[in-house]
Structures are given as structure tokens and as C-alpha cells.
């Protein structure tokens, strides 16, 4: 979060398996109940409704708007970056983003579906907050997580972030997007849990837990039989061979340009690939995409003088 002038100015990244912010980081599933339900970690009370924020992960959809989810999960994220300052009442600037290739048409209709309301008064985890939501603006996802450290994209380079639900590739050379080389596939790490849980039903006859999976995921390890665990690394280095495969179909030549990976998926490069490290980077900042678009935001008030 950050503050110009009298506004505080909070970067959230919606993504389809985690939401993101500039220091938080919880899973974007939401439960919706008329009633308030017997347990109440990460509950949010909002017109007269409760919603359990972070039971499970959103269903993958080409638009984030179809219902109030991503709304909600919106004021979770604004809560807990205000919580970390102490603060529960405040005007706020959302910057948020979009996938590279879906920017361009998405951007004003997320933008109208982030200020849809503009003072909003809600409970999250027991305590209230007063929002004044005076604005928003939406950049491209990926890019903004390496907008303040360009200078180390001299040359060649392809940018690479693998999502839950999405992969997005753009070319940065010389410090400078290339928007003509933008590409966003449906091949995010929930593809690599789907045929994880596919092949463990195939081969052993069983579906593990998927908090056990993603250890796996993470770590590259889990105290659990010898056999599964071989399942689920051979599984995991089929999708990043099908990842690589990609990014040569997009025009990626190790031998020519470097290659910068962002996002949740990056684990699963560290973890399960073979690759140069003299020429591919792993940024594990699982929150660099939100700091990017809180930079953003804060670097086009500044020029503009703070008009949006």
C-alpha cells in the first residue's frame, strides 16, 4: 500500500488461485451465505450477506465480472493491506490488471466493475472498515511485476508468468515492451494439478488431498510414499516441458534472448526444469505483480499531477 497525498493506493492481483497484494497473499475462493455460518475465519459481512473468503480456488472463466466474487474478494484484499497499517477507514485507489492479450477490450468494464460502488461499509475478520473508493486504473499483468527493475532487461528478453488459470509471454527488449509479441494461453498451473490428479486416480486408484499435491508443487517434496511422489514430479516435468514447448512455438531461443519468470508457476520451473540459470531468472515474489501496479498508478499520478 502506498499514500499519495490524502489517498492510499493499494495494487491487487485477482488471480484465478491466489489474490495478491503488495504484502498478502490467500487463496480466491469465496462461499456466499444468508446466514452467518458456524465458522468464521477470513468471514466478510457485506449487504447483509456473509461470504467466507479463501475456502477453495475460483473456477477459471475468461471474465473475472460474471458475479460479485471478485468484488468481494476486492474489499478482503483492500482489508488486510489497511489492517497491516492499522488503518479502517481511508480513501483508496485500486490498481489492478489484466492479462497481457485481454487488456485492451476487458479494461473499462473491470474498471467500471472495481467502482461500482463507491463508499462501501463492511466487517472482515471482525473488524469494520469505511472505504471511499475514488478510483481505479488497470495495467498488464506480468509486465508490472518488473517495472522497477527494467534495467535488467537489456537486449532480449521474454517475460513469462504462469498463473493458476493463465500463462502470459511478452517480449521486453532494450527495457521496452514489445505489445505486437504479447500471448496469453490457458495453460496455468491448475492444468498441471488437473492431469496430477488424473494420473494418481489412473495409476494408483486414489485422490490425495491437494494442500499434499502443492507441497509437492512448491517444495519439490512430501513426506508421503515413494510411488506417488514419483507420479506427481513426473507429472510436474511434463508440464514444464509443455511450458517450455510453448515458449519456443511464441519464438523463445535460449541462445538469443534471456528468459524472466514471474508468478506462482515459477516454483515449478525451479523445481522440475532443466535450464540454464546464467540464463533464465525465477523471481519468487509471489506479490511482485501487485507492488508493480501499485508503482504504476503512484508513477502516473506523480506526471499527471493526480488525475487518473
Known sequence: MKKYKETYIIGIDHGYGNMKTANCCFQAGVTVYDKEPI?????????NRYYLIGAEHKEFSADKMLDDDYYVLTLAAIAREMNIAKIYSADVLIAAGLPLTWV????????RYLLKHETVGFNFK???????????????QGFAAVVNNLSDFSGVNMLCDIGNGTMNIMFVNDRKPNPRLCFTEKFGTH????????NLMRVHHTEPPEEMITRVL????????????KTIT????????GIFRRLREHGYDSRLMKLYIIGGGGCLIRNFAEYDESRVTVNDDICATAKGYERMLEMKLIKSGGAL
Open 39 to 47: 465458522f468464521k475465519d477470513n468471514l466478510l459481512v457485506w449487504n
Open 104 to 111: 485492451s477490450e476487458q479494461r473499462e468494464e473491470f474498471k
Open 126 to 140: 471482525c473488524k469494520d472498515y469505511h472505504i471511499r473508493i475514488v478510483g481505479a486504473d488497470v495495467y498488464p
Open 191 to 198: 492444468q498441471c494439478m488437473l492431469q496430477i490428479r488424473e
Open 218 to 229: 512448491r517444495f519439490g517434496t512430501a513426506d508421503i510414499d515413494g510411488e506417488y511422489l
Open 234 to 241: 513426473d507429472t510436474a516435468k511434463e508440464y514444464v516441458e
